[in-house]
C-alpha cells in the first residue's frame, strides 16, 4: 500500500479527469500496424503528484507488455530497480513511461526499435502526459525517449555529452540518461552508469519540490477530444 500524499504532493480534479481521458484514448489506438497493442499506460505508471517522471523508450514484450507495468520484469527493469536504489529513489514517488506505449515486434515476435514514424505518432500521447504529470524533474532513459521530448519542446541535450547533467527545459529539469538495458553498456559502462544514477539522486534532491507555473500549459485541454 503506498503512503498518503504529503501537503506538497497533491493531485488536482481536473488531472485526474485528463488522465483518465488519456488512458482511454490510449487503449482505443490501432495506428501502428507493426506493433503488440499492449497500451501500457495507467495507474500503475505511477503518480501523477510524482517529483520525478521517467520516460524510456517502448514497452518489452517479456516486461511491460506482460505486466502492464513499463521498466518492470525483464532485464532492464530489473536493471531499473537497482539503478533506482542507487538514486535513493523508491519506485512508488516516480511515474514511468514511455515513447511508444506498445511492444514494437519484428516478424520473428521479438523486440525491435521504433520507427521514426512510430515514435511521431505516439508522441501527443507523451506530450499529454507530460501535460498532466507535473513533476520537476524529467528523466529521459535512451536516445530515442531524449529526441521524442525534443520534438515536443526544443532543447539541446545530446546524450552522449550532457549523460547525467541538469538541463532547463520548460521550466522544468531535464537529465539525460542511458537507457538500463544490458546493450547500453556497450556504449555507457556500467560503473559510469552507476555514477550517472548517483548523480541524478543529487539533482532530485537539490530540485525545488515546487511546480514551476511554466509546465501548467493548455496542452492537456488543447488534446482532450
Avoid at 485526474?16 to 490501432?30: H, N, W, Y
Avoid at 539541446?156 to 537507457?179: F, I, K, N
Avoid at 541524478?200 to 511554466?214: D, F, K, M, T, Y
Amino acid at each position: 500500500m503506498r503512503a498518503p500524499a504529503s501537503p506538497e504532493q497533491t493531485i488536482a480534479p481536473t488531472d485526474v479527469v485528463a488522465f483518465t481521458r488519456l488512458v482511454r484514448d490510449v487503449r482505443r489506438c490501432l495506428a501502428c500496424e507493426r506493433m503488440a497493442h499492449s497500451h501500457v499506460l495507467g495507474p500503475a505508471n505511477g503518480r501523477l503528484d510524482a517529483k520525478i517522471m521517467f520516460v524510456a523508450e517502448a514497452v518489452g514484450r517479456r516486461g511491460g507488455a506482460i505486466t502492464g507495468v513499463p521498466l518492470s520484469r525483464d532485464e532492464s527493469g530489473k536493471r531499473f530497480a537497482q539503478f533506482l536504489a542507487l538514486a535513493e529513489l523508491r519506485r512508488d514517488d516516480v511515474f514511468v513511461t514511455n515513447a511508444i506505449l506498445c511492444n514494437p515486434i519484428d516478424g520473428c515476435r521479438r523486440n525491435r526499435a521504433p520507427t521514426k514514424a512510430e515514435v511521431a505518432r505516439c508522441r501527443p500521447f507523451l506530450e499529454r502526459t507530460l501535460a498532466i504529470v507535473h513533476a520537476p524533474v524529467v528523466v529521459t532513459l535512451g536516445r530515442v525517449a531524449l529526441e521524442s521530448v525534443r520534438a515536443i519542446a526544443r532543447h539541446e541535450a545530446w546524450l552522449t555529452s550532457d549523460v547525467a547533467t541538469a538541463v532547463a527545459w520548460r521550466g522544468r529539469t531535464l537529465v539525460p540518461l542511458y537507457h538500463p538495458s544490458r546493450q547500453s553498456t556497450l556504449h555507457r559502462p556500467q560503473d559510469s552508469q552507476e555514477r550517472d544514477w548517483r548523480r541524478l539522486g543529487e539533482i532530485v534532491r537539490n530540485a525545488s519540490v515546487e511546480r514551476p507555473q511554466q509546465d501548467r500549459s493548455p496542452i492537456a485541454v488543447a488534446s482532450l477530444p
